[in-house]
């Protein structure tokens, strides 16, 4: 088993056979993949970000926009080709259970750029409707 602890020289791409991007340890067809094959809806607002950041790594812009709240959604996603996502941490969840309506996840998302490694520390804030969550916005810390 690779350790993704130190996300070093870790330049390929995942693929879903390995556990699932999102840092669970769990294989990716029982983690985060039945949520972008549409076969599961993320029951949490964490849920959703985790399978979101599946999303950016497999570079799955569909189930990105159908995942952003319509109020922010995006025409499309732009991917950075030279980007590749080593790994994610979710620090914090605020409020994603099924009662409510907005939620708050905190998360690290390590990528590197050219060789060169970057952290996006972000707050992602999470809109309920009609029990579907979706990404409305995120404010970078
Ligand atoms: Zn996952």
């Not at 409510?100 to 999470?126: P, T, Y």
Request: glycine share 8%; hydrophobic share 30%.
């Amino acid at each position: 088993m690779r350790a993704y602890a130190n996300g070093d020289s870790i330049m390929k791409q995942h693929v879903p056979q390995e556990s699932c991007p999102c840092g669970t340890k769990q294989p990716y067809e029982t983690c985060c993949g039945p949520y972008l094959s549409g076969e599961l809806v993320a029951g949490t607002a964490e849920q959703l970000m985790r399978s979101r950041y599946c999303g950016f790594v497999y570079r799955n812009e569909d189930y990105l926009l159908a995942t952003w709240h319509p109020q922010t959604r995006p025409s499309r996603v732009r991917f950075d080709e030279r980007q590749h996502w080593l790994g994610l941490s979710v620090r914090e969840t605020h409020s994603g259970s099924d009662d409510d309506r907005e939620a708050f996840v905190e998360f690290i998302a390590r990528f590197k750029v050219n060789g060169k490694g970057h952290r996006l520390h972000e707050n992602s804030r999470f809109k309920k409707i009609d029990g579907h969550w979706y990404y409305v916005n995120g404010e970078f810390l």
